[in-house]
């Protein structure tokens, strides 16, 4: 019997993930039984969600309970088959964990396309849940159009560095907040968006108000708090707020909702969360775009990499502190 090194969840953490959080464990591995697949991870997705699942109260999906195995979106190979539909070799992605094998029913997985000479790493990156992110929020949620002034928030992470681009490419004036100088550089040089802006160490209300003087019409949010307040603040008439993430909460038990709550009111806002992992979002059509404009060279993204399981707790507070640059994932297996 084949065995896996397993990611154990043992205490939810208070703030920040420490040294109680986890503990790897080596463990049987089953075989599959009728319509499962026995699969050898290779690369885990390390996603801000992964504290939110880590919250008792506040997750939006079903609970961890201490002892599981945590949860995560990872892409391996399948190594053992009972089902016809996954032969052995197949490369597959799915909730599969943060463990180097998993047993698991072969329709909670997804066998991923051949992607040429892009790294393995862009199916959860550009072409996966993350591209899909960017491209659903801003078209589907956020109604994005030509000449528009967009703003995004944590504009250098993975998902709004795709945002950003996006927004370009879709014709916008485009503006994106990031922490310090070296992320507002990789913006306005790299990615050639309008302007950005360091919330660290400027006034982000009043940036905000002398880059976008006509309103802001989409603001991006992904980390919502005191950031989400400034936003509020320079919202034009009718326009739409994304509420895609807000990572400045996920650490923290109680966080001070913006004060300005009445401009969504008086200038006739709306603002509509999502989840990426409900089937309402149009995948395909993402995948295509993305696809097309990384081909055609006009897209870019980084990719921040962990070698070993033992890792992924580390992999995830760097999301909190801003010192990874780009997609992060950890190498297993
Ligand atoms: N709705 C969905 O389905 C969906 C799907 C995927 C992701 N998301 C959300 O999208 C957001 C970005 O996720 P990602 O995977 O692309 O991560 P990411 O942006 O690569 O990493 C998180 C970034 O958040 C910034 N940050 C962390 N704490 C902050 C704080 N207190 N104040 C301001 N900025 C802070 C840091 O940026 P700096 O380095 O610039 O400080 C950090 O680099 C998250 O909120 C996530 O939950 C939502």
């Not at 603040?233 to 739409?240: I, N, Q, V, Y």
């Given at each position: 019997m084949s065995t896996s090194d397993n990611l154990i969840l043992r205490a939810f953490p208070r703030g920040r993930i420490d040294d109680t959080t986890f503990e790897t464990v080596s463990e049987a591995v089953p075989a599959p039984a009728a319509g499962e697949v026995t699969v050898a991870n290779r690369l885990v997705s390390i996603d801000p969600t992964m504290r939110v699942w880590l919250d008792d109260e506040r997750t939006y999906m079903e609970r961890l309970t201490p002892g599981q195995v945590m949860r995560a979106i990872a892409i391996g190979e399948v190594e053992a088959s009972c089902a016809p539909e996954l032969p052995v070799g197949t490369r597959v992605l799915g909730l599969t964990g943060c463990r180097t094998r998993a047993t698991v029913a072969a329709s909670s997985l997804q066998a991923l396309p051949d992607i040429g000479p892009l790294p393995l790493e862009a199916h959860f990156g550009l072409l996966g849940h993350i591209g899909m992110t960017a491209w659903c929020g801003l078209t589907e949620i956020g109604q994005l159009k030509a000449g528009e002034t967009l703003v995004v928030s944590a504009a250098a992470g993975a998902v709004g560095s795709l945002a950003v681009q996006v927004g370009k490419l879709l014709g916008c004036r485009v503006i994106g907040i990031a922490g310090g100088r070296d992320n507002v550089r990789y913006l306005r040089d790299t990615l050639g968006i309008d302007d950005a802006i360091d919330y660290r160490s400027e006034d982000v209300s009043a940036r905000l108000g002398a880059l976008c003087p006509s309103g802001i019409d989409v603001y991006f949010d992904n980390v919502g708090g005191a950031i989400l307040e400034a936003a509020l603040?320079?919202?034009?008439?009718?326009?739409?707020i994304v509420a895609c993430g807000m990572i400045s909460a996920y650490n923290r038990e109680a966080v001070a909702a913006p004060r300005n709550l009445l401009n969504i009111v008086t200038r006739r806002l709306r603002m509509e969360g999502f989840v990426i992992l409900d089937p309402r979002h149009d995948g395909a059509a993402a995948y295509r775009a993305l696809l097309e404009w990384a081909a055609a060279g006009r897209i870019q993204y980084r990719v921040h990499a962990f070698?070993?399981?033992?890792?992924?707790?580390?992999?995830?507070?760097?999301?909190?502190?801003?010192?990874?640059?780009?997609?992060?994932?950890?190498?297993?297996?």
């Open positions: 603040e320079h919202m034009a008439l009718f326009g739409r070698d070993g399981l033992e890792h992924i707790p580390e992999a995830i507070n760097t999301l909190f502190d801003g010192s990874h640059h780009g997609k992060v994932v950890v190498r297993v297996g």
